[in-house]
């Protein structure tokens, strides 16, 4: 198994030279297309979506075949863990994620256990390996999941929270209890992101969209201990090829020094954070992975190419450095807007003064 | 004038010796409170309730009743600005707040003009002098304003906003228009504020609410320059006493160097900074307000102690320190928990090991 044709985004990763910089951009796959919104009416819901190996891949091709992407990212979502756990997740109509039978008594968490990735999520291993034969080795395959703590924050609360009160409450009462459950979450991730890898993802990045909910101590004791050991328990290379982990806590600028050092290669950043503090902040230690403000897609086509070069002349020169937004595309974001971006950032940073 | 009995939550803003750590908490008179709840079901609105300067005292002093708080803080909203200049505010049932004529057009936004606090917002003047009455110099009275930044988001997306779409497209596609409403901004919450210093307040705080979803460049050309603009033009003595000024920026943790610069008293924080590095950080320029998660008072009355223990050791000795919430605390708050913080903060911190 060699590297893909186009394996910039993998070599930025590694800080290997790059001739320019690379860009996909988080939840590609989605709403703002009009052809995924088709594929998701066929399917019937969203679930199924995610459930079925071939759909999932047309969704994960479908933002390749219009921009000029330097990866493709696994269609799927971050709660197959808790899914597969039995919680029994759906997604009631407009509305975000809830699952039937929340984490709440003792006993409960005492027989949560981490699920067999081969057996309960064999779809999404299924799709894995229609996506890369589809794929060709083009471009990289990311594989990715949700972190301990984000999935526990679902998997206690039921459903999204603003203020996440079910699953602080016990993180003050019963640290105990949501310690049991981090740790085998973290067994869960590690597990299923290795299953993925094995399956054929070059790449893996664990979202950790709530550790920035957390206090300074909290993250470190309840998120950031957590992704420590998932990053640990990674198969990092594959055929003599080294998979590169990326790790993103949204909100989460001013911990970058201690996310830096628990062992990924990259870490995400949202937009609150400027890059080039940043990468003075993390020197060589790790690449940076963003971190446009999605909601700067909705200007105009020039003002879209000016935010593009104000983030890759933040970054500078050199190698480490993967395009993104800060956050997931908003789904109303004009797709037009997307090809500008895409085009911008590979024609600056190829041609920069 | 002299300064109240309880000076310490003014001394501890002036970086002046204290016997105890100082503490109020951000809408400390609101929902949790069933007093609170009474109140404003006799005022028919929300709206009603702030303008009657006499329900306004009445609310204001609820809390004081109940917990040794060490300052008041005037009962308002921060959207009085804005309805004042003719913008329709209105609060739906159950929903927050909504101008009837938000600014989206050139010429509305030519003609916006900053209003005379004397006049339209005469009913906040006459709260400040009654509730000043009312305390009888026992603690002192904070004085409040929504910052330029966060007035406009309210005044472009006419509402709140989960992405401030509207705003942040009018920020990358026309930034021109979006500096002139941050400059009458600027001015109006000058004059507001300044008119409150003359009524009466002992201190004033001004929330950036909503200045931590900007990216840093935006952050620093959008909010921060108009927070400072507004405290250079602020009356900061009244009577030969130094009126202090608190600036809050929620999310602006990582911009903490640069707040501290502008000339503010103090900086609040919210939860997610440690305030011993915080401290390190600002060294002696300015005092520290905040910062236990809000989130914590729904655990048991130990575990809120503890965490309130947790803070005020993480600030450490000498004065400088305010304990508040990280953010306003939570409508659903049991209202006997507040009572264990404001003991335990006077206590612990008045007989630290």
């Given at each position: 198994?060699?590297?893909?044709?186009?394996?910039?985004?993998?070599?930025?990763?590694?800080?290997?030279?790059?001739?320019?910089?690379p860009?996909?951009?988080?939840?590609?796959?989605g709403?703002?297309?009009?052809?995924?919104?088709?594929?998701?009416?066929?399917?019937?819901?969203?679930l199924?979506?995610c459930?079925?190996?071939?759909?999932?891949?047309?969704?994960?091709?479908?933002?390749?075949?219009?921009?000029?992407?330097?990866?493709?990212?696994?269609?799927?979502?971050?709660?197959?863990?808790?899914?597969?756990?039995?919680?029994?997740?759906?997604?009631?109509?407009?509305?975000?994620?809830?699952?039937?039978?929340?984490?709440?008594?003792?006993?409960?968490?005492?027989?949560?256990?981490?699920?067999?990735?081969?057996?309960h999520?064999?779809?999404?291993?299924?799709?894995?390996?229609?996506?890369?034969?589809?794929?060709?080795?083009?471009?990289?395959?990311?594989?990715?999941?949700?972190?301990?703590?984000?999935?526990?924050?679902?998997?206690?609360?039921?459903?999204?929270?603003?203020?996440?009160?079910?699953?602080?409450?016990?993180?003050?009462?019963?640290?105990?209890?949501?310690?049991?459950i981090l740790?085998?979450?973290?067994?869960?991730?590690?597990?299923?992101?290795?299953?993925?890898?094995?399956?054929?993802?070059?790449?893996?990045?664990?979202?950790?969209?709530?550790?920035?909910?957390?206090?300074?101590?909290a993250?470190?004791?309840?998120?950031?201990?957590?992704?420590q050991?998932?990053?640990?328990g990674?198969?990092?290379?594959?055929?003599?090829?080294?998979?590169?982990?990326?790790?993103?806590?949204?909100?989460?600028?001013?911990?970058?020094?201690?996310?830096?050092?628990?062992?990924?290669?990259?870490?995400?950043?949202?937009?609150?954070?400027?890059?080039?503090?940043?990468?003075?902040?993390?020197?060589?230690?790790?690449?940076l992975?963003?971190?446009?403000?999605?909601?700067?897609?909705?200007?105009?086509?020039?003002?879209?190419?000016?935010?593009?070069?104000?983030?890759?002349?933040?970054?500078?020169?050199?190698?480490?450095?993967?395009?993104?937004?800060?956050?997931?595309?908003?789904?109303?974001?004009?797709?037009?807007n997307?090809?500008?971006?895409?085009?911008?950032?590979?024609?600056?940073?190829?041609?920069?003064?």
């Open positions: 198994m060699s590297r893909p044709k186009n394996d910039t985004f993998l070599r930025a990763l590694l800080r290997e030279p790059v001739d320019f910089t860009v996909w951009l988080m939840r590609q796959a709403r703002y297309l009009p052809e995924y919104c088709e594929t998701r009416k066929r399917a019937g819901n969203f199924n979506l459930k079925s190996p071939s759909l999932a891949c047309e969704v994960t091709l479908q933002p390749l075949a219009r921009y000029k992407l330097d990866a493709a990212i696994l269609f799927s979502d971050i709660l197959t863990i808790p899914d597969a756990m039995g919680l029994g997740l759906s997604f009631e109509n407009g509305e975000g994620p809830r699952f039937e039978r929340p984490l709440r008594s003792e006993w409960e968490i005492r027989d949560l256990t981490a699920p067999d990735p081969w057996d999520l064999r779809y999404v291993m299924d799709a894995v390996s229609e996506i890369r034969r589809a794929l060709d080795n083009s471009v990289p395959l990311i594989g990715f999941s949700g972190s301990p703590f984000t999935l526990a924050c679902y998997m206690v609360e039921g459903a999204g929270s603003s203020d996440f009160r079910t699953v602080k409450t016990m993180l003050y009462d019963r640290p105990d209890l949501l310690h049991r740790e085998i979450n973290a067994r869960a991730v590690t597990q299923y992101l290795n299953a993925q890898i094995e399956s054929g993802v070059q790449a893996v990045m664990v979202f950790d969209t709530w550790g920035g909910a957390l206090s300074d101590r993250y470190r004791e309840f998120s950031l201990a957590y992704l050991q998932v990053v640990e990674l198969h990092r290379s594959k055929d003599g090829e080294r998979i590169p982990a990326i790790v993103f806590t949204k909100g989460g600028g001013q911990w970058l020094e201690d996310i830096a050092a628990i062992g990924y290669d990259a870490v995400g950043l949202d937009w609150t954070t400027d890059l080039s503090a940043a990468r003075k902040r993390v020197g060589d230690k790790v690449a992975q963003g971190n446009m403000d999605p909601i700067s897609l909705f200007a105009s086509p020039e003002a879209v190419a000016t935010e593009a070069r104000k983030v890759i002349d933040a970054y500078g020169r050199g190698t480490g450095h993967v395009f993104n937004l800060g956050h997931g595309i908003n789904q109303f974001t004009p797709p037009e997307v090809a500008v971006l895409v085009d911008t950032v590979h024609e600056y940073s190829r041609n920069r003064p």
